[in-house]
């Protein structure tokens, strides 16, 4: 009640400073009806008349969105007995003033207005001329119906009207426009005119007729630098203008207000900075003397009109009652500065994320109108919800109960967007992802690769690893759910291979055969889950469980690539022992072999001996000066090196390190660049999308100019099985018991459970409401592909391939789009990621010829590669809590970020919730660490049954900010509100029939209307009521 009286003070006493008496001002505000007013509030949520009418307007069905405005400020500038309308200030979103001193734009800011100018800016439409809907195509026609309506309503006088038409049609300059110089040809002009002309130029306004052409100082059609202006690009397609005049001439004795907006958006010729077509006009002339308020009342209309709500009350305002309520919502928003705490000449910086308008415009309901300021747009508003918004998986999870009902709902949610799938991926950006998970992708093939013919004594190798990559990724690509998801073989996959292995070799079993027989059952057991639609037991793993397998997916290649490095340090050691002082001593000679076997050569070289040369001769072999041989001639001819030197290497490690680090530190640096101030928004994406690739290059080049022996990326240039002795089909039947065939589905649910389950929790990941995927995704459509491709892998000899997750978040990364056109100062803003299957396909296919690029590609540095493995492990960090919680304990509170959960949640709840998952993560780390990683995805299983139990340990509001509620929990809490509801309405009914006060918590609204507060009928006597209430300037 005190909060709307305040309100309803304030606005008086401003109104009545503009000569508005106080009983007029009790009219406008709570509707004078014989000596009493009605005033109609809530308990909790005060309506406003203003919510009320806006909530009415703005709910009208309309399916065209209100255009953006752009809304540039005009002010008349006097040069002798001249005037020109010249540009001072624009807003797309923020405030850019023009640099009087400096002749260019200011940085866009946010616009800090007085409240005055607000209620002046309110005065002004209340006593102006408002024109809605108004049927004008040229700035002339226009201007006359504006001064007929200020005539008609008694605002100007006859004699008046050529002098504003005059004024309203100079011409208008804007600031890509150099300032207006007179030449000394002009000035002859105007000295050599006749007398005439003369007196009329010196006479200025005095004597102009209103249908002269010389009227109209505006050409009709947009300029050639209005249509060649680069801001357009800063401008969406559908906007439309808004132009404010404001100016002080010398024959007006009060404030000449027009709000202007035209039934149909025009083009004004030269009126508007860029060519894009008039909607709203307002203009505001006064008298000399006031040109600062002026100023603040025309910048308080062009913020009004960029703002969202206002914008759309302006477009749907059916009278002038309308825009006032527009106005009177604006102010019951505004949040006041003191100002003796900040000074008011500093230009706030646009925010890096500017809160949504639905949610303004959401707030005009029946249950929460007229909220207090600071309550809904008020500081530290938006975000203070009671909970936060649930993580929802969507319907793709969803169990239908039918036999591969999940399955054909996702085969009918991918089919519409066949077309766009591979549309999409013809876009400059999609060079770069395909190239940087290329070389990702290639760079774990080999590893994999190595790892897995060490394991299985080349069974299955580089090339098998190779041609398996490009096989299982390209059909996932091309008829997967989700194509956005890279399939590779990961860590657990190969303890299984290594273990499988050793059990074969020591039982005698032949181990392609049983491993084809795992597949085969590990197949169909996939497909038993795709037809049950097991996939939706999903939805229980929370964002506790999503972050504890992501991070350790990040951490283990963080791990692998560091470990690379140092190893590099064991085969390529500093050499700490040389000593420059000592360089004397240090040789290393050559030494001829034994005479009695001149024919032998070093048993460490792979080269052929001596006598296999066709120029060799026994004679030249005791010819040789063994001296001057090099390294290399010296082991090919059968030598011995001997010397304190021979193993001396260049500083390889270091060389590996500086390149590996480089691509790393270059990388992130690059694509930091996309937000900095330097050179061009186009430039500044290209380099931020091709900066992986741009680093790689540039790190391969240094070390090619080195000429150092750095480890290189080594590829297979044969097409051929890495073990002689085995084909490229493995057959099913004739090498192990019959008995092994039916035994296999045992270790087979081993593995269906680690490929379900590393599948499954890496597409959840991916398919994150974060990522605003807009095609939605496939779960059961995934896993059908993956197991098929089991079975097909099996008979191949080819390894098994899942999701890889820390690869995956890299492609989406890689493909995220942002809004071209984005308003001076305002962020772009993250549109979604370009979802296709053109990239996958791409990336596996070049995985496949890649033994016929292995010219080009041996020239890439290893370490340069594990750089990319390294930004890969960083990268996919970026943006788990989880990550941000742990930074949490290395900060004091007074420097922890505004996290909203640190809002809601206290910070030794928010630290022991850490631990748990830290606890977790090391426990999983270490599992990996041994053999005892067969049983990973048992782990996964376990953490889980860990955020189960963690109900006992944290109440669910917490749970809420932290994690995400299990979906149990929600069923209870509907059923829990159901019983509230049913209760709420047992216990109304009672308090109806026993009159007693209600006694929960928080009570519904409550309405009291008081509607016959009797004004006082006799004056006061010792108060001498004014003979005849104040004229203000602005009636």
């Not at 009342?297 to 309520?325: P, Q, W």
């Not at 009177?328 to 646009?350: A, M, S, Y």
């Not at 639905?358 to 809904?376: F, H, I, P, T, Y």
């Not at 085969?411 to 066949?418: A, L, M, N, S």
């Amino acid at each position: 009640m005190c909060i709307v009286c305040m309100q309803m003070f304030v606005l008086c006493i401003s109104q009545m400073s503009f000569g508005i008496s106080g009983n007029q001002c009790m009219d406008r505000v709570g509707g004078q009806k014989g000596g009493s007013y009605s005033l109609v509030f809530e308990l909790h949520f005060p309506v406003s008349p203003a919510a009320e009418r806006l909530r009415y307007i703005l709910g009208e069905d309309d399916d065209l969105p209100t255009p953006t405005l752009f809304t540039e400020m005009d002010t008349l500038q006097h040069d002798g007995d001249d005037m020109e309308w010249k540009e001072s200030a624009r807003w797309v979103k923020f405030e850019e003033k023009v640099e009087e001193g400096g002749e260019r734009w200011s940085k866009p800011h946010v616009s800090t207005l007085t409240l005055h100018s607000l209620f002046e800016l309110r005065t002004c439409i209340q006593t102006g001329s408002v024109l809605l809907d108004l049927e004008g195509y040229s700035l002339p026609e226009i201007v006359d119906d504006i001064v007929d309506r200020q005539i008609a309503d008694g605002l100007i006088g006859p004699e008046l009207r050529e002098k504003v038409s005059f004024v309203l049609l100079r011409k208008h300059r804007h600031q890509h426009k150099k300032p207006m110089h007179r030449s000394l040809a002009d000035m002859g002009k105007s000295n050599n005119c006749p007398a005439s002309e003369c007196v009329c130029a010196s006479v200025g306004l005095r004597a102009y007729h209103a249908q002269s052409r010389s009227m109209n100082d505006i050409s009709d059609t947009p300029s050639t630098d209005q249509l060649k202006n680069k801001f357009m690009k800063k401008i969406p397609r559908d906007a439309e203008a808004s132009n404010v005049l404001i100016g002080e001439v010398d024959f007006l004795d009060k404030p000449f207000v027009a709000f202007v907006r035209l039934a149909q958006a025009t083009t004004l010729g030269g009126l508007t900075e860029v060519p894009v077509p008039t909607r709203f006009l307002f203009v505001l002339l006064g008298p000399h003397g006031k040109g600062k308020s002026y100023n603040e009342i025309g910048r308080a209309i062009a913020t009004l009109m960029v703002d969202d709500l206002f914008s759309d009350v302006a477009y749907k305002a059916r009278d002038r009652d309308d825009l006032i309520a527009g106005i009177d919502e604006f102010l019951d928003e505004v949040i006041v500065l003191p100002p003796g705490e900040w000074d008011p000449k500093i230009r706030i910086e646009p925010p890096k994320k500017v809160p949504s308008a639905d949610m303004r415009k959401s707030v005009l309901n029946l249950n929460e109108l007229g909220q207090v300021n600071g309550a809904v747009g008020g500081a530290g508003g938006g975000e203070d919800e009671e909970m936060p918004a649930p993580h929802e998986l969507g319907e793709e999870l969803q169990f239908t109960g039918r036999f591969c009902g999940g399955l054909w709902l996702d085969i009918k949610r991918k089919v519409p967007w066949i077309l766009s799938d591979f549309s999409q991926g013809f876009h400059i950006q999609s060079i770069s992802a395909v190239l940087f998970i290329y070389l990702g992708c290639i760079t774990n093939a080999i590893t994999f690769g190595g790892l897995l013919g060490d394991a299985t004594d080349n069974y299955q190798g580089v090339m098998e690893s190779f041609l398996g990559t490009a096989l299982a990724g390209t059909v996932f690509c091309l008829l997967g759910g989700q194509p956005l998801i890279i399939l590779s073989s990961t860590g657990p996959i190969l303890i299984f291979e290594k273990l499988l292995y050793e059990f074969c070799k020591s039982n005698t079993i032949d181990y392609m055969e049983l491993r084809l027989w795992i597949g085969l059952h590990s197949c169909l057991q996939c497909l038993i889950l795709v037809a049950t639609d097991a996939s939706y037991i999903i939805k229980y793993i929370t964002r506790f469980t999503e972050e504890g397998f992501s991070s350790l997916i990040s951490f283990i290649f963080i791990s692998d690539a560091i470990k690379k490095m140092v190893g590099s340090f064991k085969y390529y050691p500093i050499n700490r022992g040389f000593k420059p002082d000592y360089v004397t001593s240090y040789k290393c000679e050559c030494i001829a072999p034994d005479q009695g076997e001149p024919f032998s050569s070093s048993p460490s070289s792979s080269t052929p001996s001596p006598s296999s040369s066709p120029f060799y001769s026994p004679s030249s072999f005791y010819c040789l000066d063994w001296s001057q041989l090099s390294k290399k001639e010296c082991v090919k001819y059968g030598g011995a090196l001997l010397g304190n030197t021979c193993k001396y290497v260049p500083d390889l490690a270091l060389m590996s390190f500086i390149l590996f680090f480089g691509t790393y530190s270059m990388t992130v640096s690059l694509k930091k660049f996309k937000t900095s101030r330097y050179f061009p928004t186009m430039c500044r994406s290209l380099i931020g999308d091709f900066s992986i690739i741009i680093s790689i290059l540039v790190f391969c080049g240094i070390d090619y100019l080195l000429g150092l022996e750095t480890p290189k990326l080594h590829v297979p240039t044969e097409i051929k099985p890495t073990r002689p002795d085995r084909g490229w089909l493995v057959m099913p039947f004739g090498k192990n018991p019959w008995w092994v065939y039916v035994a296999s589905a045992v270790p087979a649910l081993l593995v269906t459970i680690l490929i379900f389950m590393d599948q499954q929790i890496s597409a959840v990941i991916v398919n994150r409401k974060e990522n605003k995927l807009k095609k939605g995704c496939g779960y059961h459509l995934d896993l059908f592909w993956v197991g098929i491709l089991m079975a097909v892998c099996s008979f191949l000899g080819l390894p098994w391939y899942v999701a890889a997750t820390v690869i995956s978040i890299a492609h989406i990364d890689s493909l995220k789009m942002e809004s071209e056109s984005s308003a001076p100062g305002e962020q772009p803003q993250f549109l979604g990621v370009r979802e296709q299957r053109l990239t996958g396909i791409l990336v596996f296919v070049l995985n496949g010829v890649s033994i016929f690029l292995a010219p080009v590609l041996q020239y890439i540095p290893m370490p340069v590669l594990y750089g990319v493995f390294l930004y890969m492990g960083v990268a996919s960090l970026a943006g788990i809590q989880f990550w941000e919680r742990i930074k949490l304990y290395l900060m004091p509170a007074k420097h922890q970020p505004d996290f909203s959960f640190l809002r809601h949640v206290p910070l030794r709840r928010v630290h022991l919730f850490t631990l748990v998952q830290i606890i977790c993560l090391a426990v999983l780390w270490i599992l990996k660490s041994t053999v005892a990683a067969i049983i990973f995805p048992v782990m996964i299983l376990g953490l889980m049954v860990v955020r189960k139990m963690m109900d006992l340990m944290f109440s669910q509001h917490d749970l809420a900010w932290l994690d995400d509620i299990l979906p149990e929990k929600d069923k209870k809490k509907e059923k829990g509100g159901k019983k509230k509801k049913d209760n709420k309405k047992t216990k109304a009914a009672a308090e109806t029939e026993s009159d007693e006060e209600p006694k929960t918590p928080l009570p519904p609204p409550v309405k009291i209307l008081m509607d016959t507060i009797d004004l006082p009928k006799d004056p006061d006597p010792s108060v001498t009521p004014p003979t005849q209430p104040p004229v203000s300037d602005w009636e």
